[in-house]
Every structure is written in C-alpha cells, then in structure tokens.
C-alpha cells in the first residue's frame, strides 16, 4: 500500500486545515485507517481512527470535539478536519493503514503497517 498525505500547512491559533490521504495499491475500503503525529522530540502518537465502513471512529483526547476523520473509500481517501487548532497541535501528520484484520479500532502504532511520508502542521500562537 502506498499512501499520499497532503493539507498541512501554517495557521493561527484557531485556525482550521484539512489534512488527506490517498491511499493506492490495495483495496482501501479493507482496512481501518488512522492518523498519527509526531511533535519534534517526542514520540509518535495516535490522534484518530476510522473503521472500514466509516460508521466507527475514535479520537484521542485532546482533539476530540475539534477534529474529525472521515473517509471516502470510492476515492480511496481518508480525511482528518482539523478546527480549533492550538499551538500544541504543531507536529507532523502521518496517515496509516491498520493491519489487515484488525477488526477493533486501535491506537497502537505497531498495529498498523503501512505510512505516509508525513504533512507538517504549524500553528503559531
């Protein structure tokens, strides 16, 4: 599977962006999909899931009610609506394929095996 990530940008302190996924390679509608970022010095960390329908999602807890995944799998996407955003959202977003099979919705990095190159975020205070 390869994905392409694109959206990031600079933005101010609540602000909004919306980050995609395009995903080519397998069939896309298959697989729960999840995004993740990583902030400079600290570890990569799950931010939202979809499941393979899009009638199921998870967020962590500190973007839920500002952020929102959804997906559109006849145009094998996958989409992360970014509003509010706060200084301490600046990271890179990466979007990922869970394992297939994975029937739960996880947060756990070592569960999903394919990554996108990353779109970094800035939002400036």
């Known amino acids: 599977v390869q994905l392409q990530a694109s959206g990031g940008g600079v933005v101010q302190a609540g602000g909004y962006l919306r980050l995609s996924c395009t995903a080519s390679g397998r069939p896309f509608s298959r697989y729960n999909m999840g995004w993740f970022r990583q902030a400079p010095g600290k570890e990569r960390e799950f931010v939202a899931v979809?499941?393979?329908?899009?009638?199921?999602?998870d967020y962590e807890d500190s973007v839920k009610g500002r952020f929102t995944i959804s997906r559109d799998n006849a145009k094998n996407t996958v989409y992360l609506q970014m509003n509010s955003l706060k200084p301490e959202d600046t990271a890179v977003y990466y979007c990922?394929?869970?394992?297939?099979?994975?029937?739960?919705?996880?947060?756990?990095?070592?569960?999903?095996?394919?990554w996108g190159q990353g779109t970094h975020v800035t939002v400036s205070s």
């Open positions: 979809i499941s393979r329908s899009g009638g199921s999602t």
């Open positions: 990922a394929v869970a394992r297939y099979g994975t029937t739960w919705l996880s947060r756990i990095r070592d569960e999903y095996d394919y």
